[in-house]
């Protein structure tokens, strides 16, 4: 069974940081693309950012370039977010999923963590 569970959400002042981590297991990690897709209140799913198997390929969604880095650590089965220079509309519930590129709907995912942005 394909379990993803996602920590390190919170709350944080616009321009600062957070680390988000997902743990996944009951599945070969290191063999499935990864991404992080996000739900702000009242929208749809976004998604926001995906990693290769081996993590030598990222993609980010325009809306969080240059200030979102995607990792990997496939020895300990957990895909990072790392979130700087927060923005208002960053706020979100953040899920970790196994799904390629682009890809919000029909794939597994954890049950989120929230990131508030706000002063």
């Known amino acids: 069974e394909v379990q993803l569970v996602e920590s390190g959400g919170g709350l944080a002042q616009p321009g600062g940081s957070l680390r988000l981590s997902c743990a996944a297991s009951?599945?070969?990690?290191?063999?499935?693309?990864m991404s992080w897709v996000r739900q702000a209140p009242g929208k749809g799913l976004e998604w926001v950012a995906g990693?290769?198997?081996?993590?030598?390929?990222?993609y980010y969604a325009d809306s969080v370039k240059g200030r979102f880095t995607i990792s990997r650590d496939n020895a300990k089965n957990t895909l990072y977010l790392q979130l700087n220079s927060l923005k208002t509309e960053d706020t979100a519930m953040y899920y970790c999923?196994?799904?390629?590129?682009?890809?919000?709907?029909?794939?597994?995912r954890g049950q989120g963590t929230q990131v508030t942005v706000s002063s």
């Open positions: 009951g599945f070969t990690f290191s063999y499935y693309y």
């Open positions: 999923a196994r799904a390629p590129r682009g890809v919000v709907a029909g794939v597994p």
């Open positions: 990693i290769s198997g081996g993590g030598d390929n990222t």
